[in-house]
């Protein structure tokens, strides 16, 4: 088994490395496993290339499978010989019965969260001065129009969330309004769910178009509101 | 023959774990799919078209699915009495039943629930087919029971303010108050002549579907605390009739396991030979 030994642990070495370090070297992320099947194959293709170079090499990496294949002088790897030959139906089988049995899963939704807003609503900035009376005020507002789905503590939880999906935003989250502008808000609040384009499909968000109900000038003032409640501050560019 | 049974018990111990393995895969995938969907069960002899307590509905696997207050349009709602709805569903490859259970503390005159549908390839709003602004989304299809009329009205909307009564009306409904809680049932034909309202149901295919209920309780001026477009209501959520069992995914994978057998045992008589 000696020539195999090499491959093996190369094999091996390849999968700890792609599943366990690559994702903590900075700048990288989690593998999905379809990819690192994919690097596997390549690095096997790669192995096989290798030691089928000279034909000492080939006899040399071949020979060992062989002999565990006819099972000829393979003393106590017999058992797993019958083991890997009666497996091997078995996985393909599986296999066959997964990818052509019917799926009793629903369609999979592929939610965009935060889809581009339309050009009018990008880079608008907030006419009203910041002032504590306008961000008391805008408070008071979200009180009364936010703060049942988005909870008084702005963390998504209020009384009227519980049957929605998706849940109303945590505001305190710092994936929510803090990666967002105070222009990406006034958009969002002004048109609601009705708002979203396709990639905001299947359409379940429950949020009100407050541009039929509330003046400009107090949306912008509930995000002032929201910001401060949420300890959070508006994405910028600079 | 003595030397065989260590490694037979090997194998077996294998082979057990790859079927433990799949047990529990399998289970975990019925698990998940309970929460997000409302199967209706294929049934032979008789569905229970008009009785909630029917026995039958024991075969129906039920399904859970919390309300909230609608707020998306005025006149809004921001505490609603029922909480959650259950749902079973079964069918028989011509009509489909759903039975809708909740609790409600009194039986009131106007005590309601609907459900509703998406109609056709076109997505739409859960708030009434509400119309998209930067899409153009489709109808929805609604089943609107009253205890009062203690019949089903089939709606369609577009939108808040565009509902009514379609000119076919094609669903029943009955509803049965016990022990504070509701149990209405809705039967219709799985499909109908008029694709362009109603939905129509395919056996195997995902359909979205949402639920309203409205508590026809009376505030102390006697006035409705829930009516029109105050109500609870559901997110969409997914509906699917069974289709009949297709056992054709088993043959095609002993297919498979029998040539991958075969390959084997081709390529081992090779590499004897070649010996």
């Known amino acids: 088994m000696g020539a195999l030994g090499k491959p093996i642990i190369l094999m091996v070495g390849m999968y700890l490395f792609l599943k366990f370090v690559l994702p903590y070297i900075p700048g990288s992320a989690p593998l999905p496993s379809s990819l690192i099947f994919l690097y596997l194959l390549l690095t096997a293709s790669g192995i096989v290339i290798y030691e089928t170079l000279s034909g000492e090499s080939k006899d040399a990496f071949w020979e060992p499978m062989q002999r565990f294949l006819t099972g000829e002088k393979i003393g106590g790897l017999q058992a797993l010989r019958y083991g890997v030959l009666i497996l091997f139906p078995l996985l393909v089988g599986w296999q066959t019965y997964g990818s052509t049995a019917t799926s009793d899963l629903p369609p999979t939704e592929s939610r965009t969260i935060h889809p581009a807003p339309p050009g009018e609503y990008t880079g608008l900035s907030n006419p009203v001065p910041k002032t504590p009376e306008n961000i008391m005020q805008g408070k008071g507002f979200y009180a009364a129009f936010c703060s049942p789905c988005h909870g008084g503590n702005f963390d998504g939880k209020g009384p009227a969330a519980r049957g929605f999906i998706p849940a109303p935003a945590n505001f305190a989250d710092p994936t929510t309004i803090a990666m967002l502008q105070e222009s990406y808000l006034f958009w969002r609040i002004k048109k609601g769910g009705v708002g979203l384009p396709i990639e905001g499909a299947p359409w379940k968000s429950a949020m009100p178009r407050w541009e039929v109900e509330l003046p400009d000038e107090w949306i912008w003032k509930i995000i002032m509101g929201e910001y401060d409640g949420a300890h959070q501050s508006p994405r910028t560019w600079e | ?275």
């Open chain 2, 1 to 275: 023959m003595k030397p065989a049974s260590p490694m037979m018990k090997q194998i077996l111990s294998c082979g057990s774990a790859v079927i433990a393995s799949l047990i529990i895969g399998g289970a975990s995938l019925t698990f998940a799919q309970e929460s997000v969907s409302v199967r209706a069960t294929l049934v032979t002899g008789g569905l229970p078209l008009d009785d909630p307590n029917a026995a039958a509905w024991s075969s129906a696997p039920p399904a859970s699915f919390p309300m909230s207050p609608q707020v998306h349009w005025p006149n809004r709602i921001q505490e609603v009495t029922v909480k959650d709805v259950g749902v079973r569903a079964l069918h028989d490859g011509k009509q489909v039943v759903f039975l809708l259970e909740y609790a409600d503390p009194t039986q009131d005159q106007d005590d309601g629930a609907a459900l509703e549908f998406m109609v056709g390839d076109k997505k739409a709003h859960f708030a009434h087919g509400q119309p998209m602004l930067q899409v153009e989304g489709g109808p929805v299809n609604i089943w609107f029971w009253k205890n009062k009329a203690g019949k089903a009205v089939d709606m369609s909307a577009k939108g808040f303010g565009t509902l009514k009564p379609q000119s076919h009306q094609d669903v029943n409904a009955k509803g049965v108050y016990s022990n504070g809680t509701w149990k209405v049932v809705f039967s219709r034909n799985l499909s109908t002549d008029h694709p362009e309202e109603d939905v129509q149901i395919t056996p195997g295919e995902f359909i979205s579907i949402a639920f309203a209920v409205w508590d026809g309780r009376k505030d102390a001026a006697g006035e409705l605390v829930e009516k029109g477009s105050q109500k609870a209501v559901s997110s969409w959520w997914y509906f699917r009739a069974d289709a009949p069992p297709d056992y054709s995914s088993y043959m095609y994978a002993a297919i498979a396991a029998a040539l991958a057998l075969g390959f084997q045992f081709v390529l081992i008589r090779k590499l004897k030979k070649g010996q």
